[in-house]
């Protein structure tokens, strides 16, 4: 029963393609969300500046690497960086990240050996200070906590959630192992029992019943299946009061790794050469050479329309 004064909640799991589409869902919410707990195998904090270089049909597909900082920013205008001595850049809710180690320590590794990457001294020849840094400042540019599950365990954020007024659980499937096969980028080369458990993830649903769930990132082909993981997954979380919904969805895997291969070589191709040319940090803000970049992609994108 529901107290004088209390509102009754609706509990609504919500479906879409990419983890760049839950921005669509966010969007039509009623409620701002005092915290987003992510679930997720890759840390998707790029910065996409590029996008508007970009046909709009695969703005989402580029977008999939930014998502966990793309999204929140359906709540309202938020600089590209969160300064953390600025009360008014806090107006996005509080983010929290439960990443496999196993891909939290890849991602450390692709940025500590990169060669465009600009380190000081002390970061440079030390990797545990740097991963320190990193997480710092995720957590102060970006407003997103880490937490590193497995091989924490991912229960222990129960609490974190029920603390919450209104919180928001995101889940990319891929930070499942026994998803791998059913997702659009599998983490490769790696254990399934050193990614996320779909055990975990219905006892955290179970204990702490956030209103909303996203889950993105599902092949078509494993939604509707009735006997893949995911179909499993949905059915459980059904019967625990969930009413089932679809977002943005794309009509084919086909078509959805199109999108995803066309912005893949756009930064082969054009993206990465183009940091060799001039630097990374050319390409933050009003950069030199803009325009060439613009051309260039203009000129790229045209070509790949031809094609098609």
């Avoid at 209390?6 to 701002?32: M, W």
């Avoid at 320590?105 to 840094?133: C, H, P, Q």
């Avoid at 054009?270 to 050479?289: A, C, N, R, S, V």
Wanted: net charge neutral.
């Amino acid at each position: 029963m529901v107290g004088k004064g209390e509102r009754k909640l609706e509990y609504r799991a919500i479906i879409h393609s990419f983890h760049s589409h839950v921005y669509n869902t966010y969007r039509e919410l009623d409620e701002f969300p005092s915290l987003i707990l992510s679930l997720d195998s890759h840390v998707d904090t790029r910065l996409h500046n590029l996008v508007d270089l970009m046909p709009e049909e695969i703005w989402y597909a580029a977008l999939r690497a930014s998502a966990l900082t793309f999204n929140p920013r359906a709540f309202g205008e938020l600089p590209l960086f969160i300064d953390p001595e600025d009360e008014d850049s806090f107006l996005a809710p509080e983010m929290c990240l439960a990443v496999p180690r196993v891909s939290w320590g890849s991602e450390i590794m692709n940025l500590y050996y990169d060669k465009y990457a600009v380190l000081e001294d002390k970061l440079r020849y030390n990797r545990r200070a740097f991963e320190k840094e990193y997480r710092r400042s995720i957590k102060n540019f970006y407003g997103i906590k880490i937490y590193e599950s497995p091989p924490n365990n991912l229960l222990k954020l129960v609490k974190k959630l029920n603390k919450a007024d209104y919180p928001i659980l995101d889940i990319d499937v891929d930070y499942m192992g026994t998803m791998q096969s059913e997702c659009y980028t599998p983490f490769k080369n790696v254990r399934l029992k050193d990614l996320g458990d779909i055990d975990k993830v219905i006892s955290l649903i179970r204990k702490s019943k956030p209103p909303i769930i996203t889950i993105s990132e599902a092949k078509l082909s494993a939604i509707n299946d009735a006997n893949s993981n995911f179909s499993r997954m949905m059915d459980r979380i059904r019967n625990l009061g969930y009413e089932v919904e679809f977002s943005t969805m794309l009509d084919s895997d086909e078509e959805a790794m199109r999108l995803i291969s066309i912005h893949e070589n756009f930064v082969k191709e054009i993206q990465h050469p183009f940091k060799e040319k001039y630097g990374i940090l050319q390409l933050l803000g009003d950069y030199p050479h803009k325009e060439e970049l613009s051309r260039t992609a203009k000129k790229y994108f045209r070509t790949i329309k031809k094609q098609s």
